[in-house]
């Protein structure tokens, strides 16, 4: 069984750091691609930045380009992104998502609160 882990969320004030991990276990392939969205309260879940395989990034949102910084370890399936200068706004569960051909794994989302 494929199952995706973040890790790296929490409570933090305006201007802060944090880092994000999200682990795949169970899949012997490399995704082609890895995602993060984000999911705020009362609102849909909405692409953040993508990865890929070959180390392409995108980043889906404006709001976080300059701030967001996306990466991964192909050889794990690891992608990880990293979150400066975090606002209020960006408060949302964060989930991470491997692509392979038609098959696609989510992880179970990681809280990241910012407030003063």
């Known amino acids: 069984q494929v199952t995706l882990v973040e890790s790296g969320g929490g409570l933090v004030q305006p201007g802060e750091s944090l880092r994000l991990s999200c682990a795949a276990y169970?899949?012997?392939?490399?995704?082609?691609?890895m995602e993060w969205f984000r999911q705020a309260p009362g609102k849909q879940r909405n692409e953040v930045a993508r990865?890929?395989?070959?180390?392409?990034?995108?980043y889906a949102d404006d709001s976080v380009k300059g701030r967001f910084t996306i990466s991964r370890d192909g050889a794990k399936n690891t992608v990880y992104l990293q979150m400066d200068s975090l606002k209020p706004e960006d408060t949302a569960v964060y989930y991470c998502?491997?692509?392979?051909?038609?098959?696609?794994?989510w992880g179970q989302g990681t809280q990241v609160t910012v407030r003063p």
């Open positions: 990865v890929t395989d070959e180390g392409s990034t995108y």
């Open positions: 998502k491997g692509a392979w051909g038609p098959y696609i794994y």
């Open positions: 169970g899949f012997s392939h490399s995704f082609h691609t």
